[in-house]
């Protein structure tokens, strides 16, 4: 923390709060209650921009979404009880996320609970985020101190104010200014054996995940792969950073068959800020068994058992130090171009995704046709919020996403749906470039977020809506259904949401057939403003390869139980 102070001037505790904060940030995401009414009115003679919604758990939500879309910090806010307990599983998701985020909510009374209050801070530690409650005397120097936790640690926190303090006059303050977050180029051990690993390598493999995007290390590991000849690849939330010769797309369910061949063929690994999750490595599968794994990460610890070597580092600090290491100390023992040529070849033969078909059993339009017919259509500048569902998959798989912050992909963290309408209303408000949000959700968990599609009508400058209808929850129709469980709880009646779009203030159309998106295409051809949602009626037929690939090792660790 820097020496340097700053004077806090006459404020209320909500003041406080709201001044120290506008020093972070500019975006407030919420619904007003009793608990927040004085911050709120504080915020806004502060200037900080206020986004209303219109269920609670969109608060934190949008707040989430907004940093993933910008990597700038927001907060969301709720009333104490209810409406911060409506909050918990955005909460819980940012917490799993790793996404900074502050939810700023009233409390109950410093001089005791109400008989209506619950313990706040202790619901909030299960969900594993620290609570910070303010006081009349450190009203700043706690605010600053939840949001610096919620950036160093990169995890949501609540910032409470309890009830009866909001309106009381704060004390004054005086408070360090905070200290820059700087990239060092100090690196844990084991960097050098790294470098000599990679320049021995004949089939390297660089795999980057959202650590290294956080980091700004797209640069330099593609200056790493291009000088080691490597083949590159990106998780889901990294997606494109690497892009350029040697690029092998998404890494796991989202990738083609052809891609995750060519990773199991090599003989070393570098992973830069990705933990490698059950999804990334295709279940285990993804590494070959004779592959030597680097992990860089600014975890203390590998995040996988897979992992040979291990390296305590910023991304794009070891991937300085790597450069460095490879110009200098370490030769380079093969020829660096011979195993992207040959990816260049398996690669023009191998099988794309599968493109879709134009007839399915019940007549409704294959999701996979439907997702490669939108990217056609859609601008071309787009920043894709995807809700958790089945239909996960088609954006990454089938949509041009330009950049990794432009795929905001929400729920899959705590595996819940419902969060993507909230989301999109954050990231339409952090998309300021011109770009067209874009939000794919399915029916069910559309129908969770339902109120706030009245929040994106009003928040988004461009959004199109892309509803994947198949009158089911559709995971559970193609993991339970299958196993002949009754399928009554898992199907939804249909739902009209182009009449509700329209009712609400957006335009919109049902979508049968792929000729349907003429109506979007007209739409967008006219400018593209204000919201358009798409209710795309699909067929439950079509199974996503990346569930069929979960299923199989759900099977399979179900067998090793039983057996």
């Given amino acids: 923390m820097a020496s340097k102070i700053s004077a806090m001037t006459s404020l209320t505790v909500s003041g406080r709060v709201a001044q120290v904060l506008s020093g972070y940030l500019s975006d407030i995401f ?15 003679k502060q200037g900080l921009r206020f986004s209303p919604v219109r269920h609670e758990g969109a608060a934190i939500a949008a707040a989430d ?18 409406g911060y307990t409506n909050a918990l599983t955005a909460l819980a998701e940012a917490v799993q996320a790793q996404i900074p985020a502050v939810l700023v909510t009233g409390d109950a009374p410093s001089s005791g ?17 620290e609570t910070f409650t303010v006081t009349r005397e450190a009203a700043g120097a706690i605010t600053q101190q939840a949001v610096e936790y919620a950036l160093a640690q990169r995890t949501a926190v609540v910032l409470a ?11 004054e303050e005086q408070l360090p200014v905070p200290a820059a977050l700087e990239v060092t180029d100090d690196v844990d051990g084991g960097l050098e054996r790294a470098a000599e690993l990679l320049a021995g390598a004949a089939r390297p493999l660089v795999l980057a995940g959202r650590g290294a995007h956080l980091a700004g290390a797209g640069p330099e590991l593609r200056e790493l792969a291009d000088r080691l000849g490597a083949l590159t690849a990106g998780t889901a939330l990294a997606l494109n950073l690497l892009q350029g010769e040697g690029y092998l797309g998404v890494a796991g369910g989202f990738g083609t068959d052809t891609a995750a061949g060519l990773m199991g063929e ?20 993804l590494i070959g068994p004779d592959s030597t794994v680097v992990q860089i990460d600014t975890a203390l610890d590998a995040t996988h058992p897979r992992v040979d070597l291990f390296v305590s580092a910023d991304a794009k600090a070891a991937a300085r130090g790597l450069l460095r290491l490879l110009d200098g100390s370490v030769p380079r023992v093969r020829d660096a171009g011979a195993w992207r040529a040959e990816a260049r070849t398996r690669l023009a033969e191998g099988e794309a995704h599968h493109p879709g078909s134009a007839v399915t059993p019940d007549g409704r339009l294959d999701p ?9 259509v859609l601008p071309e500048r787009r920043t894709v919020v995807q809700d958790g569902g089945h239909f996960v998959g088609w954006a990454p798989m089938y949509w041009r996403i330009p950049r990794p912050q432009d795929l905001v992909m929400v729920g899959t963290a705590y595996q ?18 011109g770009r067209t949000l874009v939000l794919a959700s399915g029916d069910g968990g559309f129908l969770m977020g339902l109120s706030d599609l009245e929040s994106l009508v009003g928040a988004a400058a461009s959004a199109v809506v892309v509803i994947y209808n198949d009158a089911a929850y559709g995971a559970e129709i193609h993991q339970y259904g299958s196993q002949g469980l009754t399928e009554k709880p898992m199907l939804i009646p249909e739902v009209d949401f182009s009449g509700i779009a329209r009712a609400l203030g957006a335009e919109s159309a049902v979508i049968r057939s792929v000729a349907d998106l003429s109506a979007l295409k007209d739409w967008i051809d006219a400018g593209a403003k204000g919201t358009f949602v798409a209710d795309c009626r699909i067929t439950s037929t079509v199974r996503a390869p990346w569930l069929d690939e979960w299923m199989r090792a759900s099977q399979a660790a179900k067998a090793a139980v039983a057996g």
């Fill in 30 to 44: 919420g619904v007003m209650g009793n608990g927040n009414a004085y911050f709120l009115d504080a915020a806004e």
């Fill in 65 to 82: 979404a907004y940093y993933r879309a910008s990597g700038r910090l927001a907060a969301g806010t709720t009333t104490y009880g209810p």
């Fill in 113 to 129: 609970a109400r008989p209506w209050d619950v313990d706040q801070a202790a619901i909030a530690a299960g969900l594993g985020a």
């Fill in 161 to 171: 104010i309890p009830y009866d303090l909001a309106a009381l006059e704060a004390a």
């Fill in 266 to 285: 090599a003989d070393v690994v570098l992973v830069a800020g990705a933990s490698l999750s059950q999804f990334t490595m295709r279940f285990g599968h």
């Fill in 368 to 376: 996979r046709a439907l997702a490669v017919a939108l990217d056609a």
């Fill in 416 to 433: 819940a749906i419902g969060l993507g309408l909230a989301s999109a209303v954050g990231a339409a408000r952090a998309v300021e470039d």
